[in-house]
């Protein structure tokens, strides 16, 4: 059953009852005074609403969406740091100044050259 709020006019004092919705339009006597009908007031009404069509779940999977996505932009501005990092010309840790002084170095050494072959035509093609 609903609870309304009552005002009465003679005492000036605030009252709740709760009615059946049929009662609703009864005169109510006030409890302070006793005297004369009091009228209905509006009063501010807090309810959920439960399942899928709400306003509520929609809050809810919008605020997971938005973490969701401020944690793969996280991971995007770390894989673009980690992007950042650059191999350096070396054979058998030995540094040399490009990629092909060290295919011409593991072929020296008697080692696979091919990994140092591509990486040596990016290095001449972007020259």
Known sequence: MPTYTYHCDVCDEPFERILRMSQSKDPQECPECGEGPARKTIAAVSFILKGDGWAGKNNRISGQMRRKTQHLTEKQKERKRDAGVRLAPNVGGERV??????SKLA?????????????????????
């Not at 100044?97 to 060290?102: P, V």
């Open 97 to 102: 100044e490009s990629w092909s002084e060290a």
């Open 107 to 127: 072929a020296d050494q008697g080692k696979d050259t091919s990994g140092y072959d591509s990486r040596a035509r990016k290095e001449k093609s972007s020259e």
